[in-house]
Structure formats: C-alpha cells, structure tokens
C-alpha cells in the first residue's frame, strides 16, 4: 500500500510501535484467584453508573486468554504493548500483603511479551484503586501517596529488569475530575475541592514514585501518561479566547505545569480559591522530578466559548461514535505548544483512536475504513511533529481489541479486534490488518 510506505517512511527505525489496553477494561476474573475488590468493581454496582448496566466481571475474558491474546498482540507485529496492573490483583487491600497469584499472571505476561519479541509497557495505575483504600479516603487521602510508593517498589522488585517502561498514573485528570467533581466514572464522588487534592496527591505519588524507584536501581524508563487535549476558542472573540485559556490551564497545564515546571498555574489557583489543594513543603519539587518520558493520549480537540454554546454536532466535523470530534491537526497542534512551553523528555502518544460502529459482515470481517483512516491521519499529525523537531518516541493504538468502555460499558468499541462478548472470539478488524501491513512494511525496510 503506497501510502503507508510513504507514511513509515515519516519515522526513525527506533519509533516504537504499539497497542494498548488497561486491566480492568480486558482481565474480567474480578473475583478469582485472590484479587481484591477494585474501586470499579464497587462503582459497576451502582443503579445507572455504567449506561448498559455492564461490568467488568468477565470483560474480554483476558485473564484466562492470555496466551492467545499474546499470539495476537505478536501477531500485528508491534513492537511494544502497553497493559496496565490492576493494584487489587496483585495487592489485594491496597497495603500489606501481595497475592502471589496475581503476581504470577503478570509475570507470564511480561515473560510471554519478551518471549514473542513485544517490548512489555507496564503501568502501575489506570483507576482501578483497591477498593480498601477507598474505605479509608482513597486518593483524597495523603496516605495514600505512601501506600502506591510500596505498591510501585514491590512490582518493581518483581517485574522491574523486564519491562521497557513503568508508568505510573494513567491520566490523573479523569481520576480527580470524572471520579471526584463530576461522578462520572469511579469512586463517584462530587466535590470539586476533593477533585484538586485528589490531582495533588496523584502528582505527588507520582514524583515520590520515581524517586523511591530510582533509589532501588530502576532499569525500566519512567514517566507518567495524561489526556491532553489542544484547547481552541469556540470564535476569535476576546471572551471565548481568555475562556480558551483558561480552560487550558485546568486541563492540561493544571499537570504538565507542575511535573516541568514545579507550580500550579496561577489563574487555576485563583479560581479554585479555598478549593485549591493543601500542598506541603517539598511536595512541588518532587512533583518535577524529571522524567523518563511522557505518555500523550489524545482523541480530540476541545473547544471553549465563554457562553458554553458550542455544540460539537453542529461543528461540521465529523465525530466518533462517543461524540468526540475527528480532528487530527489537533494532535500536532498541542505536541508543538508542550515542546515549545517545556523541555521535554521523549513523548509517546500512549493512546490514539476511535470508537465506530463496527458490524461483523456476512465476509467474517469488519469493515472499519472510519477507524483505519483515524489512525493514519493521526499517524501523520505525529509525523509532522517529528519534522517540526518534537521528540517524538512511538505511538500507541487504543485499543487492541474492543473491551470495557468504563460507563459507556462495552457498547462503545474501540478495538481494531473485534471481540464477540458471547463467544470471546476475536476477529482482526480491516483498522488491525492495515496496521499490520503498515507495520510489515517497517520491517521490510528495516530488515
Ligand atoms: C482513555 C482511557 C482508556 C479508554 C479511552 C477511550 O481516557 O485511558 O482507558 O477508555 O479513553
């Protein structure tokens, strides 16, 4: 296919390829082999969280498919995979003591990745808190801070010489905005005050992280992933401009402020007022501490008006089937504002993708041209940030295969494998077979 030749042909030889999932949204055995009750699991159970009524008990199933879904990740021949640990697997209650069980399922499958030449992208945590610390405050509680840093030490202990990347937090904003101003998404809390101290102490758990993992000798690289989006005015009007700012500021600088620059953007402590978070001496500095890399997920713009009248249907874009506007230019747009703000370390955008209708056809197949196109132009919004110097490191397809969409519950597919939730079959969708020969070609090349 000529224009995927000519689209690889954009990147280095050392740009990592990839696909990612989250444990909570693939593993299903919620309730085996010794694992814990996660935050998730408790907010499934509330009457009208999760619009299909779903959970995550069975999911894809991913638990006990996991030789077979590693024959698959190797088969799109990827050079990375990012998953996530969920923290109640492996540490039941969240402190004390680890489950030997849930250890050993991530060893075979960090083991299993090297095995079939997939580089293993470890992240510590993509939401789904042990449900025992949510008893005792959750992320609202600085002692929880500590007891991530022991959860981050002791995966490392065991799984650290073998993996190419630890991540810790897998975006803070949708913890501290979806889980505790909106109620959205798990533990379902509404308080915006919560929500910034909540942000406080993710960034900071983040910063002691790193240290504690460097002081025990970490091999892996380490950073952290946030949802960026690139903020636009709704019109050119001074109004819907100061509100695109400012909207900005809460979003994205209200994270990537602190961990380059050691501070919270002035105008958002202003608003936030007696809200702002308790932050105690040192705490800012640790939040700097530099970086391996930076993990970028990006599915859209967003867009500001003063009056709130923006209405993404009648932008003229087209959407996806969350809603969300297809907007790669975007994508470049805010890697060229994070490398002209700050220095940055090398940036993977960690999730790119889209969520389409996705029929099984009488052929077998899916026929998802919406989503292959998705990912090549957002491909090429990453190529032209490389030409304009941004130091772009690899890219990552959310998702490999359709899963667990949190309070959408699995009517929102993501995968380019489609996954039949009643058989658990998976089936390569058109999006995972061009990926496949995109990524075919690159060895070609290379070889
Ligand atoms: C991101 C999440 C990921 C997935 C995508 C669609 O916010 O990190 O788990 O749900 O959105």
């Given at each position: 296919?000529?224009?995927?030749?000519?689209?690889?042909?954009?990147?280095?030889?050392?740009?990592?390829?990839?696909?990612a999932t989250s444990a909570f949204q693939i593993e299903g055995a919620a309730?085996e082999d010794g694992k814990g009750e996660s935050i998730w699991d408790?907010?499934?159970?509330?009457?009208?969280?999760?619009?299909?009524?779903?959970?995550g008990?069975?999911a894809c199933?991913h638990y006990?498919?996991l030789?077979?879904d590693l024959?698959?990740?190797?088969?799109?021949?990827?050079?990375a995979y990012r998953f996530s640990v969920s923290w109640p697997r492996v540490q039941p209650l969240g402190h004390?003591a680890w489950n030997a069980r849930g250890l050993d399922f991530y060893e075979r499958l960090v083991d299993g990745l090297s095995?079939?030449?997939?580089r293993p992208y470890l992240t510590l945590n993509h939401w789904d808190l042990p449900q025992?610390l949510?008893?005792?405050?959750?992320?609202?509680?600085?002692?929880t801070?500590?007891r991530f840093v022991d959860y981050a030490r002791g995966l490392q202990r065991r799984l650290g010489d073998r993996v190419a990347a630890i991540t810790t937090h897998n975006e803070?904003?949708?913890i501290?905005?979806?889980?505790?101003?909106?109620?959205?998404?798990?533990?379902?809390?509404?308080?915006?005050?919560?929500?910034?101290?909540?942000?406080?102490?993710l960034?900071?758990s983040h910063?002691?992280a790193?240290?504690?993992l460097?002081?025990?000798?970490a091999?892996a690289g380490l950073g952290i992933v946030?949802?960026?989006?690139?903020?636009?005015?709704?019109?050119?009007?001074?109004?819907?401009?100061?509100?695109?700012?400012?909207?900005?500021?809460?979003?994205?600088?209200?994270?990537?402020?602190?961990?380059?620059?050691?501070?919270?953007?002035?105008?958002?402590?202003?608003?936030?007022?007696?809200?702002?978070?308790?932050?105690?001496?040192?705490?800012?500095?640790?939040?700097?501490?530099?970086?391996?890399?930076?993990g970028?997920?990006?599915?859209?713009?967003?867009?500001?008006?003063?009056?709130?009248?923006?209405?993404?249907?009648?932008?003229?874009?087209?959407?996806?089937?969350?809603?969300?506007?297809?907007?790669?230019?975007?994508?470049?747009?805010?890697?060229?504002?994070?490398?002209?703000?700050?220095?940055?370390?090398?940036?993977?955008?960690t999730?790119?993708?889209?969520?389409?209708?996705?029929?099984?056809?009488?052929?077998?197949?899916?026929?998802?041209?919406?989503?292959?196109?998705?990912?090549?132009?957002?491909?090429?919004?990453?190529?032209?940030?490389?030409?304009?110097?941004?130091?772009?490191?690899?890219?990552?397809?959310?998702?490999l295969?359709?899963n667990?969409?949190?309070?959408?519950?699995?009517?929102?597919?993501?995968?380019?494998?489609?996954?039949?939730?009643?058989?658990?079959?998976?089936?390569?969708?058109?999006?995972?077979?061009?990926?496949?020969?995109?990524?075919?070609?690159?060895?070609?090349?290379?070889?």
């Open positions: 296919m000529p224009l995927a030749d000519d689209l690889r042909r954009q990147f280095p030889s050392d740009f990592v390829w990839g696909v309730h408790r907010f499934c159970r509330q009457p009208g969280a999760i619009a299909d009524a779903s959970n008990d069975v199933d006990h498919r030789d077979s024959d698959l990740i190797a088969a799109l021949g990827v050079d004390g095995a079939r030449g997939v025992a949510q008893e005792t405050g959750g992320w609202a509680h600085r002692d801070v500590h803070p904003w949708v501290a905005v979806l889980g505790h101003q909106s109620g959205s998404f798990a533990p379902g809390l509404k308080s915006r005050k919560t929500a910034a101290q909540v942000a406080h102490h960034l900071l910063g002691l790193l240290r504690a460097r002081a025990d000798g091999r946030l949802n960026l989006a690139h903020t636009e005015p709704a019109t050119d009007t001074p109004a819907d401009r100061a509100q695109a700012r400012l909207d900005d500021a809460r979003g994205r600088r209200w994270y990537t402020d602190p961990l380059f620059k050691g501070h919270y953007p002035q105008e958002v402590l202003d608003e936030l007022g007696a809200d702002a978070p308790a932050v105690e001496p040192g705490d800012m500095a640790v939040i700097a501490t530099p970086m391996d890399y930076l970028v997920n990006y599915y859209s713009r967003a867009v500001s008006s003063a009056d709130g009248s923006f209405d993404a249907k009648r932008s003229g874009l087209a959407l996806t089937e969350m809603g969300w506007e297809i907007y790669p230019r975007g994508l470049t747009e805010l890697l060229l504002t994070l490398h002209r703000e700050y220095t940055l370390p090398p940036v993977y955008i999730e790119s993708g889209g969520a389409f209708k996705d029929p099984l056809t009488a052929d077998g197949r899916v026929h998802d041209a919406d989503r292959t196109e998705y990912l090549r132009t957002h491909i090429a919004a990453v190529a032209e940030a490389l030409r304009q110097g941004v130091p772009m490191a690899g890219y990552m397809v959310w998702s295969m359709d667990f969409e949190w309070s959408s519950g699995y009517a929102k597919r993501f995968g380019i494998v489609h996954v039949d939730y009643a058989t658990q079959q998976r089936t390569l969708k058109d999006s995972a077979r061009w990926y496949r020969e995109f990524l075919a070609a690159r060895a070609a090349a290379a070889a």
